[in-house]
C-alpha cells in the first residue's frame, strides 16, 4: 500500500525539475531576480534604480538641450563681435578728414540692421537669450537648465540644475522702462564723450545699433563725438566678449555634466547588473546537471516502481 523508495524518488524528481524550471526561467530572461517573489529586497531596489536611470536619461536630453541653446546664444554673439568689429573699422575709417561720411554711413546702417537680425535669429526652441524684452510677465534673466536627478539615503528626490544669468549677455532689450536696468550690449547708450555705458538710461548719449555719422563735420566737437563714437563701439566689443567667455565657460559646464550623467547611468546599469543578472556561464553549467539529475530521477524512480511488481509473481 505504501512504496516509501518510490516517494523518495518523487520528491527528489519534482525538486530537481522544480530547479530546473527555475534555471531555464534565468536563460530565458537573463535574469537571476526576474520577479518580486526571486529576491524582494533586491528587486526592490534593481526597479527603482532602473526608474531613476530613467529619470537621468531625461536629464542628459535637458541637458542636450541645454547645451544646444547655450551654443545658440555664443553663435550669435560671435557673430555680433565680427559685425560691430567692422563698424569699429568704419568709425576709425571716418575719422580721417575729407572722407565722404555720408557713404560709410550707408555701409554702418546696413551692419546695423545685420546686427539686429543676427539677435533675432539667434532662437533655439522658442528661446532667445540675446534679444529680449525685460519688462514682459514673467522675464527671468537667469535661465535653468536641469542638471540632475538625486535620490537620498531617505529615498527623497530633488533636481539639480546649472543657472545661467543671461543679463550681461543680452544684444537688444526692448524693455520700455529701461532708465536704470533692462539694457542690451548693442542698444544701451553710452556716453557722448567717454564712450562708457551710462548708469541711466533713459537719456542721452548714443547707441551702437542707431549711431549716425552722416551729419559729422571737421569741426572740433564733431570729431570728438566721432571719438566717442569709437570708444563706445570698443567697449560694446569688450563686453561682448565677456559674454562670450561667460557663455563659453557654461557650455563646458554643462558639457562636463552631461558626459557625468553618462557615466552615472553606465554605472547604475552595471550595480543593478550585479543584483540581478544571471550568470549565463553559471546558469549553462548547471542546467546540463539538472537534465542528468531528471533523468537519473526518472531512473530510481521506474526502478522503486518496479519493486512492487515482485510480489505479482508470488500470485502466479
Not at 2 to 21: C, G, P, V
Not at 260 to 278: E, H, K, Y
Request: charged share 15%; aromatic share 4%; no cysteine.
Amino acid at each position: 500500500m505504501t512504496n516509501a523508495s518510490a516517494m523518495t524518488a518523487l520528491r527528489t524528481l519534482q525538486a530537481t525539475t522544480n530547479a530546473l524550471e527555475q534555471t531555464q526561467a534565468r536563460i530565458s530572461t537573463g535574469y537571476r531576480v526576474a520577479e518580486a517573489s526571486d529576491n524582494a529586497a533586491y528587486w526592490s531596489i534593481a526597479t527603482t534604480m532602473r526608474s531613476d536611470n530613467k529619470a537621468l536619461s531625461t536629464v542628459q536630453d535637458a541637458l542636450g538641450l541645454g547645451a544646444a541653446k547655450v551654443d545658440t546664444a555664443y553663435t550669435g554673439v560671435n557673430a555680433a563681435i565680427a559685425v560691430v568689429d567692422e563698424i569699429k573699422a568704419k568709425l576709425v575709417a571716418a575719422r580721417e578728414p575729407g572722407v565722404d561720411r555720408t557713404k560709410i554711413q550707408s555701409e554702418i546702417t546696413a551692419l546695423q540692421g545685420q546686427l539686429s537680425s543676427n539677435a533675432a535669429n539667434s532662437s533655439f526652441s522658442g528661446e532667445n537669450w540675446l534679444s529680449v524684452d525685460s519688462s514682459s510677465a514673467g522675464y527671468n534673466a537667469v535661465k535653468s537648465i536641469v542638471s540632475a536627478f538625486t535620490r537620498s539615503s531617505t529615498g527623497a528626490v530633488s533636481i539639480g540644475t546649472i543657472s545661467i544669468d543671461t543679463g550681461s549677455i543680452k544684444l537688444f532689450d526692448s524693455a520700455t522702462d529701461a532708465a536704470t536696468s533692462g539694457t542690451g550690449i548693442l542698444d544701451g547708450r553710452y556716453d557722448a564723450t567717454t564712450g562708457a555705458l551710462l548708469a541711466d538710461q533713459s537719456a542721452g548719449g548714443f547707441t551702437v545699433s542707431t549711431l549716425n555719422i552722416a551729419a559729422l563735420t571737421n569741426s572740433t566737437a564733431d570729431l570728438t563725438t566721432l571719438e566717442s563714437y569709437i570708444k563706445g563701439v570698443d567697449n560694446a566689443i569688450s563686453r561682448m566678449t565677456t559674454a562670450a567667455s561667460d557663455l563659453g565657460a557654461a557650455k563646458k559646464r554643462v558639457n562636463l555634466q552631461k558626459d557625468f550623467v553618462s557615466n552615472l547611468m553606465d554605472a547604475i546599469d552595471r550595480g543593478v547588473g550585479q543584483l540581478v543578472d544571471a550568470d549565463m556561464n553559471k546558469e549553462s553549467t548547471r542546467l546540463q546537471a539538472l537534465q542528468v539529475q531528471q533523468q537519473l530521477g526518472i531512473q530510481s524512480l521506474s526502478i522503486a516502481n518496479s519493486n512492487a511488481q515482485g510480489i505479482l509473481s508470488l500470485f502466479k
